[in-house]
């Protein structure tokens, strides 16, 4: 079963507003990855942000995390057409090791 | 650095027929691990491998084996494909089991199993 559950499914936006993508995870984690992935394209790490942690920067992204409710929430500011993709949350914790257990993901477009 | 390396890119099998998806890295990490991707899905963990000589089932292990005889290779195998195996697989690695390490993909393998 999936740990993550990102929602929207689909997100479609015009170039330069800003795009927000949340998850919801169901069990304790250490830490908690944003992914993205372009089409037919591997992934590639984000930010990570730590069980400790409430908010994290990293350029034009904004990572929040609440422990209480399970969730994280990824903000993409003054978004481009470049950030067209589909962006996964992955959560550990729940495996023996460094494996990680990843959400469904986050199809996001960006109209120029 | 080539980082995490996957071939074929692409492969068609009937049903019933064997195969083996190569990995390989040059980071020398400890920890790879095999996804796969289904439609719209993300991904779920297959095997992976803690270091050489090591390696232990994921959430959907069946119908796959995978060995680790050295620290670059993780080969994954297909028995007796099915259709239902159909999907993009992803290897990934990772340095150590720090919580927290940043796991590297490669490109994938896309399987289509007729």
């Known amino acids: 079963s999936q740990q993550g559950e990102e929602d929207p499914q689909a997100l479609s936006i015009q170039e330069g507003e800003n795009a927000t993508m949340n998850c919801s995870y169901k069990?304790?984690?250490?830490?908690l990855q944003w992914y993205r992935q372009n089409s037919g394209r591997g992934l590639v790490h984000l930010i990570l942000?730590?069980?400790?942690?409430r908010e994290k920067h990293s350029g034009r992204l904004r990572v929040t995390l609440d422990t209480s409710k399970k969730s994280s929430s990824l903000l993409i500011t003054a978004s481009r057409a470049a950030d067209t993709a589909s962006y996964f949350c992955?959560?550990?914790?729940?495996?023996?090791?460094?494996?990680?257990?990843f959400g469904g993901g986050t199809r996001l477009m960006v109209k120029p | 650095n080539a980082g995490v390396t996957q071939t074929p890119k692409f492969q068609v099998l009937k049903t019933g027929q064997s195969m083996t998806l190569q990995c390989a890295q040059d980071?020398?990490?400890?920890?790879m691990s095999w996804y796969r991707q289904d439609p719209g899905m993300g991904l779920r963990l297959i095997h992976y491998?803690?270091?050489?000589?090591?390696?232990d089932q994921g959430e959907v292990p069946n119908g796959y084996n995978v060995s680790r005889s050295t620290t670059e290779d993780f080969p994954l195998r297909l028995l007796s494909a099915a259709p239902s195996q159909t999907s993009v697989y992803f290897c990934?690695?990772?340095?150590?089991?720090?919580?927290?390490?940043?796991?590297?993909f490669g490109p994938g393998t896309r399987l289509l199993v007729l």
């Open positions: 990934a690695s990772s340095y150590s089991d720090r919580v927290g390490e940043t796991q590297y």
């Open positions: 069990t304790s984690i250490n830490n």
């Open positions: 942000i730590r069980s400790n942690e």
């Open positions: 992955a959560t550990d914790g729940d495996n023996a090791g460094n494996m990680l257990t």
């Open positions: 980071m020398n990490h400890e920890y």
């Open positions: 491998s803690v270091g050489a000589g090591i390696t």
